[in-house]
């Protein structure tokens, strides 16, 4: 497997590879893998026929005070897990040629960015839509690939890809769990035994939820009330939002019907948890 590190040589590999007709596959990630990401790689080892992951702590999608600094990074460990994965290239880019300085141009999608994470964390999407824009330039693929744990940003890059015109197929693939329900994430190194224990909860408020309207229940407040109830019970979790949304602009519902995003983040201790179950509901 290639390490890339210069973004013309980035560009020159995967002119190559298309000009051989190859079907270029690409997994943006921030690196620290787990079994989230190696699921990503498998997907498009499958679909593509050349596939790169890039790996980069983006900067921009970091407020100040957030984990930037302490974000875990092993990249000798996510090289031979790539490797071991079938990646034929990964682009591991320094930060000061991403963000050449001054650094002016900034991509944002507007009001599905405002809501969930993005209330919290203003400028997060922004950082997110920038960067995957310049590796959609950098590694123009046929197909990309994004985990469902992330279903606000999977959203938005879809959006920005159709909005920009962005000629790259956005994939979305199924969130991978620990055995006890945790959605993997690279943060839940963060967690101390009993918080790591408790965060369970989270997951356990989805399957609430999915129980909630199996049974006919098609009041939002009801649902997310109940599940908001089930959280607060665990004394170490505390929850950021508990959210309903409609899928497709991610916009609150007054009642629970087609593709609902039941989506939620939590302190736990030091980690900021996200999860999420897409629901459709019939009558
Ligand atoms: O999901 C992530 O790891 C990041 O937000 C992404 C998409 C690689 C952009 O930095």
């Given at each position: 497997?290639?390490?890339?590190?210069?973004?013309?040589?980035?560009?020159?590999?995967?002119?190559?590879?298309?000009?051989?007709?190859?079907?270029?596959?690409?997994?943006?990630?921030m690196?620290?893998?787990?079994?989230?990401?190696?699921?990503?790689?498998?997907?498009?080892?499958?679909?593509?026929?050349?596939?790169?992951?890039?790996?980069?702590?983006?900067?921009?999608?970091?407020?100040?005070?957030?984990?930037?600094?302490d974000?875990?990074?092993?990249?000798s460990?996510?090289?031979?897990?790539?490797?071991?994965?079938?990646?034929?290239?990964i682009?591991?880019?320094?930060?000061?040629?991403?963000?050449?300085?001054?650094y002016?141009?900034?991509?944002?999608?507007?009001?599905?960015?405002?809501?969930?994470?993005?209330?919290?964390?203003?400028?997060?999407?922004?950082?997110?839509?920038?960067?995957?824009?310049?590796?959609?330039?950098?590694?123009?693929?046929h197909?990309?690939?994004?985990?469902?744990?992330?279903?606000?940003?999977?959203?938005?890059?879809?959006?920005?890809?159709?909005?920009?015109?962005?000629?790259i197929?956005?994939?979305?693939?199924?969130?991978?769990?620990?055995?006890?329900?945790?959605?993997?994430?690279?943060?839940?190194?963060?967690?101390?035994?009993?918080?790591?224990?408790?965060?369970?909860?989270l997951?356990?408020?989805?399957?609430?939820?999915?129980?909630?309207?199996?049974?006919?229940?098609?009041?939002?407040?009801?649902?997310?009330?109940d599940?908001?109830?089930?959280?607060?019970?665990?004394?170490?979790?505390?929850?950021?939002?508990?959210?309903?949304?409609?899928?497709?602009?991610?916009?609150?519902?007054?009642?629970?019907?087609?593709?609902?995003?039941?989506?939620?983040?939590?302190?736990?201790?030091?980690?900021?948890?996200i999860?999420?179950?897409?629901?459709?509901?019939?009558?």
């Amino acid at each position: 497997m290639r390490v890339v590190t210069s973004i013309s040589e980035m560009r020159k590999v995967v002119e190559e590879q298309r000009s051989y007709g190859k079907i270029v596959g690409l997994v943006p990630t921030m690196g620290f893998f787990h079994q989230g990401h190696i699921s990503l790689m498998h997907a498009a080892r499958e679909e593509c026929d050349y596939v790169v992951v890039s790996l980069f702590v983006n900067p921009t999608q970091f407020a100040p005070g957030e984990d930037l600094e302490d974000y875990p990074r092993d990249l000798s460990r996510d090289v031979e897990m790539a490797t071991e994965a079938g990646v034929d290239c990964i682009f591991h880019p320094p930060a000061e040629d991403m963000y050449m300085q001054p650094y002016l141009t900034y991509v944002m999608v507007e009001e599905i960015t405002d809501r969930l994470c993005g209330a919290s964390r203003p400028g997060h999407f922004r950082g997110v839509a920038t960067v995957v824009a310049k590796l959609f330039n950098i590694i123009p693929a046929h197909r990309a690939y994004f985990g469902l744990k992330d279903a606000q940003q999977v959203q938005v890059i879809r959006r920005m890809a159709r909005d920009l015109d962005f000629d790259i197929e956005v994939v979305a693939c199924p969130t991978v769990r620990e055995s006890d329900g945790l959605a993997m994430s690279s943060r839940n190194v963060y967690l101390e035994p009993e918080e790591r224990k408790a965060a369970t909860v989270l997951h356990r408020s989805l399957q609430l939820a999915r129980k909630l309207v199996a049974e006919g229940e098609r009041d939002p407040e009801k649902v997310t009330g109940d599940m908001h109830a089930l959280i607060v019970r665990e004394s170490l979790v505390e929850p950021e939002y508990v959210a309903a949304v409609d899928w497709d602009l991610l916009t609150p519902l007054d009642r629970l019907e087609g593709w609902v995003l039941f989506a939620l983040a939590a302190r736990v201790g030091k980690a900021r948890l996200i999860d999420n179950a897409l629901i459709e509901v019939k009558d």
